[in-house]
């Protein structure tokens, strides 16, 4: 209806511009000032939005330092690469050992007879032994070439851990059968039933075996001049709380690595950095959302905001104040080089923090994860802001819960516009067909005028 202009019936004024401009009149200032509260809302959530997201990453960093568990991981490292590989958990005791990789595990590899792949070698089934296990499996007539029994040992539902493939090389095509697990406790070995003889029995040699051609071995090395054999290349608990690895034979030109076990000092270094920076963002959003621009006399969103001004300044409390159970020489952050800028940014002196984590690693836990600890503490006070039930938290929701009222009230504003207009539009209507009726008894009236005889004197 807004689009059309034409001019009234019957007076010839621009009815539909009226209407627009009654109707534009009416919904103007309530359009502005859903405009403004929306606008007021928007930059709220996004500042509230990003203030969580700064805290959000400081709790992720404090998380990686809370808790004893962060300074009782441990560090692996060897003299010489490539042989073996370790991860230690915290139960591992801090030390070094002489390790000599003799043997690598591998797995059982059994191959039949020589045969054409195009051979069908006749109904049965197949018994396989892996270990102490075994299973059968159907073989169809219509499937018994040595691809048709490979496939279907690969997809028999009571497989104990075999795999089959088929090799071709200069003598033909062999059915290859090998274990899923290294180790001697998982060698392999086949036997048949076939409807007629010289069928599935072509894969087994004159003895009715397979052919060896990869031997089961088990893994070995010396530890510190001790011997451990093992099923796998994965070794648990040879040392206390350490799983080694076994990638390759030791050699005479290398005959022997170093295994070393430490407290994973480079990781809480890396996590100390990382939480300075995180506390960093946290300041300069805070910074950026409460600052207030003298000379354009303009606030950002977050200025004079009472949570916000209270959060900064219990983290500076937590940051300074002394901590319960810390010890010397590691009693507060400055000890560890964190230091505080004019502009309330932290600042790390690295060279000071490796020295400590060095000399002092324990007294560093201590202050930052002991049982009343600072990230504790700071994790702590971040969960009352932005936790589920956070001070920040339930501002934000109640931001949103506003939005979505104001956007309920636009859709009502919006109905009654359109009935509004639809009334305007009648009146205006109404108006021009009283017009209409005036000017035609207008007319009718000056008709009559001019059609009236003359009275005036005439000439005899």
């Given at each position: 209806?807004?689009?059309?202009?034409?001019?009234?019936?019957?007076?010839?004024?621009?009815?539909?511009s009226?209407?627009?401009?009654?109707?534009?009149?009416?919904?103007?200032?309530?359009?502005?000032?859903f405009?403004?509260?929306?606008?007021d809302?928007?930059?709220?959530?996004?500042?509230?939005?990003?203030?969580?997201?700064?805290?959000?990453?400081?709790?992720?960093?404090?998380?990686?330092?809370?808790?004893?568990?962060?300074?009782?991981?441990?560090?692996?490292?060897?003299?010489?690469?490539?042989?073996?590989?370790?991860?230690?958990?915290?139960?591992?005791?801090?030390?070094?050992y002489?390790?000599?990789?003799?043997?690598?595990?591998?797995a059982?590899?059994?191959?039949?007879?020589?045969?054409?792949?195009?051979?069908?070698?006749?109904?049965?089934?197949?018994?396989i032994?892996?270990?102490?296990?075994?299973?059968?499996?159907?073989?169809?007539?219509?499937?018994?070439?040595l691809?048709?029994?490979?496939?279907?040992?690969?997809?028999?539902?009571?497989n104990?851990?075999?795999?089959?493939?088929?090799?071709?090389?200069?003598?033909?095509?062999?059915?290859?059968?090998?274990?899923?697990?290294?180790?001697?406790?998982?060698?392999?070995?086949?036997?048949?039933?076939?409807?007629?003889?010289?069928?599935?029995?072509?894969l087994?040699d004159?003895?009715?075996?397979?052919?060896?051609?990869?031997?089961?071995?088990?893994?070995?090395?010396?530890?510190?001049?001790?011997?451990?054999?093992?099923?796998?290349?994965?070794?648990?608990?040879?040392?206390?709380?350490?799983?080694?690895?076994l990638?390759?034979?030791?050699?005479?030109?290398?005959?022997?690595?170093?295994?070393?076990?430490?407290?994973?000092?480079?990781?809480?270094?890396?996590?100390?950095?990382?939480?300075?920076?995180?506390?960093?963002?946290?300041?300069?959003?805070?910074?950026?959302l409460?600052?207030?621009?003298?000379?354009?006399?303009?606030?950002?969103?977050?200025?004079?905001?009472?949570?916000t001004?209270?959060?900064?300044?219990?983290?500076?409390?937590?940051?300074?104040?002394?901590?319960?159970?810390?010890?010397?020489?590691?009693?507060?952050?400055?000890?560890?080089g964190?230091?505080?800028?004019?502009?309330?940014?932290?600042?790390?002196?690295?060279?000071?923090l490796?020295?400590?984590?060095?000399?002092?690693?324990?007294?560093?836990?201590?202050?930052?994860?002991?049982?009343?600890?600072?990230?504790?503490?700071?994790?702590?006070?971040?969960?009352?802001?932005?936790?589920k039930?956070?001070?920040?938290?339930?501002?934000?929701?109640?931001?949103?819960?506003?939005?979505?009222?104001?956007?309920?009230?636009?859709?009502?504003?919006?109905?009654?516009?359109?009935?509004?207009?639809?009334?305007?539009?009648?009146?205006?209507?109404?108006?021009?067909?009283?017009?209409?009726?005036?000017?035609?008894?207008?007319?009718?009236?000056?008709?009559?005028?001019?059609?009236?005889?003359?009275?005036?004197?005439?000439?005899?």
């Open positions: 209806m807004g689009d059309l202009k034409l001019p009234g019936v019957g007076s010839g004024f621009p009815i539909q009226f209407v627009d401009a009654t109707v534009n009149a009416e919904r103007a200032p309530k359009e502005q000032l405009n403004k509260r929306e606008a809302i928007s930059v709220k959530l996004s500042a509230y939005g990003s203030l969580t997201g700064a805290l959000d990453g400081f709790k992720t960093a404090l998380g990686k330092l809370e808790g004893n568990d962060a300074f009782q991981k441990r560090s692996t490292s060897f003299s010489e690469s490539g042989f073996v590989s370790a991860k230690a958990s915290k139960n591992a005791v801090a030390g070094s002489t390790l000599v990789v003799n043997k690598l595990a591998q059982h590899k059994a191959g039949s007879q020589a045969i054409d792949t195009t051979s069908k070698l006749g109904e049965g089934s197949l018994n032994s892996v270990g102490d296990q075994s299973f059968s499996v159907a073989i169809a007539e219509g499937s018994s070439t691809s048709g029994i490979a496939d279907a040992i690969n997809r028999a539902e009571n104990k851990g075999v795999k089959a493939t088929v090799v071709t090389d200069d003598a033909g095509s062999r059915l290859v059968l090998f274990s899923e697990k290294t180790g001697t406790d998982h060698q392999i070995s086949l036997s048949v039933n076939e409807s007629s003889p010289g069928g599935l029995s072509q087994l004159a003895e009715g075996k397979l052919t060896e051609v990869q031997a089961a071995q088990n893994a070995e090395i010396t530890i510190d001049g001790a011997m451990v054999t093992s099923q796998s290349n994965e070794i648990k608990d040879a040392i206390a709380g350490v799983t080694l690895t990638d390759k034979i030791n050699t005479t030109e290398k005959p022997d690595t170093r295994l070393t076990i430490g407290y994973d000092k480079k990781a809480v270094e890396t996590n100390i950095k990382s939480l300075v920076d995180a506390f960093n963002k946290v300041v300069n959003t805070v910074d950026s409460t600052s207030y621009d003298a000379e354009a006399n303009k606030a950002s969103p977050l200025n004079g905001d009472t949570s001004r209270n959060l900064m300044s219990q983290l500076r409390r937590m940051m300074s104040t002394p901590i319960e159970g810390a010890q010397a020489p590691v009693q507060t952050l400055a000890d560890l964190i230091t505080t800028n004019k502009d309330g940014t932290l600042e790390l002196d690295s060279e000071q490796q020295q400590q984590l060095s000399d002092n690693f324990e007294q560093v836990g201590a202050l930052l994860a002991g049982d009343k600890g600072l990230t504790g503490q700071l994790k702590g006070l971040t969960e009352e802001f932005v936790g039930e956070g001070i920040l938290t339930q501002k934000g929701e109640s931001l949103a819960d506003q939005m979505k009222k104001l956007d309920k009230e636009k859709a009502s504003f919006s109905a009654y516009m359109e009935q509004y207009e639809a009334r305007v539009y009648k009146q205006f209507s109404a108006m021009d067909m009283v017009v209409a009726q005036m000017n035609q008894q207008l007319s009718s009236v000056i008709s009559a005028f001019e059609n009236m005889p003359s009275f005036g004197n005439s000439k005899k």
